[in-house]
């Protein structure tokens, strides 16, 4: 079998309504399938101000504005036309990318019709609700997640770190890694730009201490200004950069009332200011992987995050940054203060960073998930289909 004879139904909850580091990754992997000669068909939630051009063919599911958070659609069946695209489109695998009520009928459907699912792990679901303080729902999420995935033929994940959550939590017993790359003409030390920072008001003595992503509390925003707090009581020279925005950036500004907000970066300008931060500093428990986290390595600069999924599996503690226990704002600051404060040690953390960030290729990653795609259809033709959820107990 060839890749060239794969036929790919991929949905995913929100594939380019809003950008974000999994729909991203999305695209380029049907970009990569679709060059390899696969046929592709997306399924996914849309809107008449998508965030950017989708990659393939995309066919709409049908949705609803999420309530407190319009900028994100709310999957909400899998209609008649939906199912009969499906069927015209006849695929011999399946990914699903969302755990959402549109992704668990897409399973039964392509169970119904003994298609083998694949499906891909983008981010912590089950700790979202720690922020909004609804942690007692972690573990009802948790078991509706494993109840999806176990009807699944394989996961992959982004990180080892995170494929040792779900081996943990039970969810499947067959998951693989489907890292991140990260585009090094763009990401890379040579974009470094003083005078775009001197343009922000920003000396050239002063360490910027740069956070990267949506604003959104799931990121960890309230122990990132906590951080800062504290650098502050300890008059740490610094200055934050943020880049990114979102419906909580009204909240971080007066929170970190000295920051400079730089608003939405992409291509190379998202390049250059990153190259010119001097530290990322990402607190974040959320992600299985973390973009951000990789391009600010293949930067060059030095990464202080949480001990999490993901980060645990780019960031050597000591070497590349500083890994900290989740919500322990004095060691952040802890961190922060020694690149801040020590630009030898700040260097060499950043180049072991970069260093690190050369090994990761797209194409080379994207063909994972089409071996694994093959691998699949292979064992379902074989008479092999998911393992039962009494073997994974």
């Given amino acids: ?64 504005a999420f309530p407190g958070r319009g900028e994100y659609r709310f999957p909400t069946r899998l209609s008649g036309d939906v199912r009969r695209d499906l069927e015209r489109f006849n695929p011999n695998i399946m990914q699903i990318s969302s755990p959402d009520r549109v992704g668990h009928k897409m399973v039964s459907w392509a169970r119904n019709n003994e298609i083998p699912v694949l499906a891909s792990v983008h981010t912590r679901f089950e700790t979202y609700p720690r922020y909004y303080n609804l942690a007692f ?37 067959d998951v693989g890694i489907w890292s991140r790359g990260v585009d090094r003409e763009i990401f890379n030390s040579g974009h470094r730009d003083m005078a775009w920072r001197r ?23 309230d ?46 300008d998202l390049g250059r200011a990153v190259a010119s931060m001097d530290m990322l500093f990402n607190p974040s428990i959320t992600e299985t992987f973390g973009n951000v986290t990789l391009e600010a390595m293949a930067c060059g600069l030095p990464v202080v995050a949480a001990q999490a999924t993901g980060s ?29 404060e020590h630009h030898d040690i700040r260097n060499a953390h950043g180049a072991a960073g970069e260093r690190r960030a050369e090994e990761y290729s797209w194409d080379q990653i994207n063909n994972v998930v089409a071996q694994t795609y093959m691998r699949l259809v292979r064992q379902r033709r074989a008479g092999h289909g998911p393992i039962s959820s009494a073997a994974i107990r």
Avoid at 202 to 221: H, S, T, Y
Avoid at 225 to 253: C, M, T, Y
Avoid at 315 to 331: F, H, Q, Y
């Fill in 199 to 221: 343009a922000l008001g920003i000396a050239d003595d002063e360490p910027v201490i740069g956070f990267l992503g949506r604003l959104v509390m799931e990121k960890g925003l």
């Fill in 312 to 340: 645990q599996s780019l960031v050597k503690d000591n070497e590349s940054g500083k890994l900290i226990a989740p919500g322990a704002v004095r060691e952040f600051a802890d961190a922060l203060q020694l690149y801040c």
């Fill in 137 to 173: 729902l972690e573990p009802v999420i948790e078991a509706i997640l494993r109840r999806l995935y176990r009807r699944c033929d394989a996961l992959v994940a982004p990180s080892e770190s995170m494929a040792q959550v779900l081996r943990d939590q039970r969810m499947n017993y």
């Fill in 223 to 268: 122990v990132f200004s906590d951080a800062i707090d504290e650098l502050n009581r300890r008059k740490v020279k610094h200055k934050v950069v943020v880049i990114g925005e979102g419906p909580a950036q009204q909240w971080f500004e007066e929170r970190i009332p000295g920051a400079v907000f730089a608003g939405f970066q992409q291509g190379s």
């Fill in 1 to 64: 079998m060839e890749i060239s004879d794969l036929r790919i139904a991929l949905y995913s909850g929100n594939y380019n309504f809003v950008r974000d580091g999994a729909n991203q990754a999305l695209n380029r992997l049907v970009d990569y399938l679709l060059r390899q000669g696969a046929a592709v068909r997306v399924y996914s939630p849309t809107t008449d101000t998508p965030a950017f051009e989708p990659t393939g063919d995309l066919v709409s599911v049908p949705s609803v």
